[in-house]
T-cell receptor, first 118, second 114 residues
Framework: AQTVTQSQPEMSVQEAETVTLSCTYD???????LFWYKQPPSRQMILVIR??????QNATENRFSVNFQKAAKSFSLKISDSQLGDAAMYFC???????????????FGKGITLSVRP | IAGITQAPTSQILAAGRRMTLRCTQD?????MYWYRQDLGLGLRLIHY???????GKGEVPDGYSVSRANTDDFPLTLASAVPSQTSVYFC?????????????FGDGTRLSIL
């Protein structure tokens, strides 16, 4: 079974600084997808960034980028120039490629709470 | 604004009562999902539906049922609520049931079972 581990329950960063959130996963599959979701206090779940396992290039979305290490099964999220609005819970998620057309469920980590200090 | 609407926003329910959480999306997405979010456990999949007329069990399906009579609606029913079902419930949808298609989430329903 696939598992996603976020070992740090909480992190804090100074405004304008850079922070990295860790995520590791366990799978025997070779083709899959990885996601980072943000959940602010408003409770909405917002997609931050996604990565296809077959792509060697790390995904980037503005201030958000990932460090995808397939061999190490690691998928960390880097937030540059942190802003107060980045304060939220962040979830790492994994999904296998559905070769058969069947639904492949999204497996979430337990989340990490990020606080941003002004 | 296109998206997912969940109702109610919150509910307090006596144990043993029947409750249906509503979920409607207007994006014409084929796949829909129900998750529960519990502190320290992240989000866990309860049930899913790849397309109208089909449903499947997720990680924690016991005590819950779903139906998918049409593309837009995906209600979640607790036949006889128990305190362990106290949680925040999220409905989500995606264009299709797999791949890199992101899931779009509703705002959640906070359910307390007393």
């Amino acid at each position: 079974a696939q598992t996603v581990t976020q070992s740090q329950p909480e992190m804090s960063v100074q405004e304008a600084e850079t922070v990295t959130l860790s995520c590791t996963y366990d799978t025997s599959e070779s083709d899959y997808y990885l996601f980072w979701y943000k959940q602010p206090p408003s409770r909405q779940m917002i997609l931050v960034i996604r990565q296809e396992a077959y792509k060697q290039q790390n995904a980037t979305e503005n201030r958000f980028s990932v460090n995808f290490q397939k061999a190490a099964k690691s998928f960390s999220l880097k937030i540059s120039d942190s802003q107060l609005g980045d304060a939220a819970m962040y979830f790492c998620a994994y999904r296998i490629h559905p070769y058969t057309g069947a639904n492949s469920k999204l497996t979430f980590g337990k989340g990490i709470t990020l606080s941003v200090r002004p | 604004i296109a998206g997912i609407t969940q109702a109610p926003t919150s509910q307090i329910l006596a144990a043993g009562r029947r409750m249906t959480l509503r979920c409607t999306q207007d994006m014409r997405h084929n796949a829909m999902y129900w998750y529960r979010q519990d502190l320290g456990l992240g989000l866990r999949l309860i049930h899913y539906s790849n397309t109208a007329g089909t449903t499947g069990k997720g990680e924690v399906p016991d005590g819950y049922s779903v139906s998918r009579a049409n593309t837009d609606d995906f209600p979640l029913t607790l036949a006889s609520a128990v305190p362990s079902q106290t949680s925040v419930y999220f409905c989500a949808s995606s264009v299709s049931g797999g791949g890199n298609q992101p899931q779009h989430f509703g705002d959640g329903t906070r359910l307390s079972i007393l």
